[in-house]
């Protein structure tokens, strides 16, 4: 795929903050790349600096072949000339103009004439569905209509490449479900390559065809998002992607390739991963499968907490001091402190060093009779 965005060893700081820590990074042609992250994590750090709206202290941007930031060669091109288009968080309209006249604003500053401008807005306000609004300023409108304003007016001077600062972030839960379904199909039809910042997951994982996590300035993983819930880089992505988060749990691997968990009475296959080391099994939710009734593949929890979720429930179960959070879709009408069998699925766990936090043994890549046995070689899951 043709590279539309190339970085390298890109370093922000602010005072003693290293906001972006060489960071290297490429973006293809028509991809969705969602930069995901707590706050802090460099990611509306690294946007602002490809829109040129911040200054990096080292490294290099290039946006389709042209370099547009260099700190060795001393090279800044202005935020007009990048090629690249923004919608911020605050989506920035001017209060003062109408509709029309800030959707046409981006070409009346490159000097578009007017006719083209008036035709440009005309067909942007049909394309966002928004006939009959140009006439009307930003403060008559729901803020699901702002969005759709500060969008046409990213549409009206198309540029190859949309960034984008969170923009559903002031929306409510409703709207932003509607408006994730409208910036995918904008994406579809215009095919521009969309960078677009958030630190909501369910943002990223929905709307992206490739997802960035990132922390402390650096990438944790990038990869579809998929493979980010399925097979995390290492136990940060591991634990920042997912809701309610993953079962990630201490364990000592034996040399029988199998894992026996710290605080636990039980033990676990663990293919691939060393012997005799420490490591942390991780399974999420929906692979810890559980049972009412006593089985002789299983091993015996106590549920801790039940919380209901319309289409789903979570619940909470105990054995020793190994918590687990199970995600089930049925009705099993489970009450506090009552006993439950469990298994795993075996082929939906993956395997951290310890030390060093990274993945091992990666989901997939392991037997599918696998059991989760007792230590004392009893049921097995």
């Given at each position: 795929?043709?590279?539309?965005?190339?970085i390298?060893d890109l370093?922000k700081?602010f005072g003693?903050?290293?906001?972006l820590?060489?960071?290297s990074?490429t973006?293809?042609q028509?991809?969705?790349l969602v930069l995901l992250?707590?706050?802090?994590?460099?990611?509306?750090?690294?946007l602002?600096?490809?829109?040129?709206?911040?200054?990096?202290d080292e490294g290099?941007?290039s946006?389709?072949?042209?370099?547009?930031f260099?700190?060795?060669?001393g090279i800044s091109?202005?935020p007009?000339?990048?090629?690249v288009?923004m919608?911020?968080?605050?989506?920035?309209?001017w209060?003062?103009?109408?509709?029309?006249?800030?959707?046409g604003?981006?070409?009346?500053v490159?000097k578009i004439p007017?006719q083209?401008?008036?035709?440009?807005v005309t067909?942007?306000l049909d394309?966002m569905a928004?006939?009959?609004l140009g006439?009307r300023y930003p403060?008559q409108?729901?803020?699901?209509?702002q969005?759709?304003?500060a969008?046409a007016?990213?549409?009206a001077?198309?540029p190859p490449v949309f960034?984008?600062?969170e923009?559903l972030s002031n929306?409510?839960?409703?709207?932003?479900?509607?408006m994730?379904?409208?910036?995918?199909?904008?994406?579809?039809d215009?095919?521009a390559?969309t960078?677009?910042?958030?630190?909501?997951?369910?943002?990223?994982?929905?709307m992206?065809?490739v997802?960035?996590?990132?922390?402390?300035?650096r990438?944790q993983q990038?990869?579809?998002?998929d493979?980010?819930?399925?097979?995390?880089?290492?136990?940060?992505?591991?634990g920042f992607?997912?809701m309610p988060?993953?079962n990630l749990?201490?364990?000592?691997?034996?040399?029988?390739?199998?894992?026996?968990?710290?605080?636990g009475?039980?033990?676990?296959?663990?293919?691939?991963a060393p012997?005799n080391?420490k490591v942390f099994?991780?399974?999420?939710?929906?692979?810890?499968?559980?049972?009412?009734?006593?089985?002789?593949d299983a091993?015996e929890?106590?549920?801790?907490?039940?919380?209901?979720?319309?289409?789903?429930t979570?619940?909470q179960?105990r054995r020793g001091?190994?918590t687990?959070?199970a995600?089930?879709t049925?009705q099993?009408?489970?009450?506090?402190d009552q006993?439950?069998?469990v298994?795993?699925?075996p082929?939906?766990?993956n395997?951290?060093?310890?030390?060093?936090?990274e993945?091992?043994a990666p989901?997939g890549?392991?037997?599918?009779?696998a059991?989760f046995q007792l230590?004392d070689?009893g049921?097995a899951?």
């Amino acid at each position: 795929m043709e590279a539309t965005i190339e970085i390298r060893d890109l370093t922000k700081r602010f005072g003693k903050v290293v906001a972006l820590d060489q960071l290297s990074l490429t973006i293809g042609q028509g991809e969705f790349l969602v930069l995901l992250g707590p706050s802090g994590c460099g990611k509306t750090t690294l946007l602002r600096s490809l829109a040129g709206l911040e200054t990096p202290d080292e490294g290099e941007i290039s946006i389709r072949e042209n370099v547009v930031f260099s700190a060795p060669r001393g090279i800044s091109v202005a935020p007009g000339d990048r090629q690249v288009g923004m919608v911020f968080q605050s989506y920035a309209l001017w209060p003062h103009m109408k509709v029309k006249d800030n959707i046409g604003f981006g070409l009346r500053v490159k000097k578009i004439p007017s006719q083209e401008v008036e035709a440009r807005v005309t067909t942007v306000l049909d394309d966002m569905a928004m006939e009959g609004l140009g006439e009307r300023y930003p403060s008559q409108l729901s803020g699901g209509q702002q969005q759709r304003v500060a969008l046409a007016r990213l549409l009206a001077t198309r540029p190859p490449v949309f960034l984008m600062d969170e923009p559903l972030s002031n929306l409510d839960a409703r709207l932003r479900i509607d408006m994730r379904s409208e910036l995918k199909r904008l994406h579809h039809d215009t095919g521009a390559t969309t960078v677009y910042v958030t630190h909501d997951q369910s943002e990223a994982m929905t709307m992206a065809s490739v997802v960035v996590v990132m922390n402390e300035g650096r990438i944790q993983q990038m990869a579809p998002p998929d493979e980010i819930y399925r097979q995390p880089a290492n136990i940060f992505v591991a634990g920042f992607i997912g809701m309610p988060r993953i079962n990630l749990m201490a364990a000592q691997t034996l040399d029988d390739g199998r894992a026996r968990f710290e605080g636990g009475d039980f033990t676990l296959p663990a293919p691939g991963a060393p012997p005799n080391a420490k490591v942390f099994v991780g399974a999420r939710p929906e692979d810890v499968l559980l049972s009412l009734e006593p089985m002789d593949d299983a091993v015996e929890f106590q549920v801790y907490a039940v919380l209901p979720a319309g289409p789903e429930t979570i619940v909470q179960i105990r054995r020793g001091d190994v918590t687990l959070f199970a995600r089930e879709t049925g009705q099993l009408g489970l009450v506090m402190d009552q006993s439950v069998w469990v298994r795993f699925d075996p082929s939906a766990i993956n395997i951290y060093d310890e030390a060093s936090g990274e993945l091992v043994a990666p989901e997939g890549k392991r037997p599918q009779d696998a059991n989760f046995q007792l230590a004392d070689g009893g049921g097995a899951v």
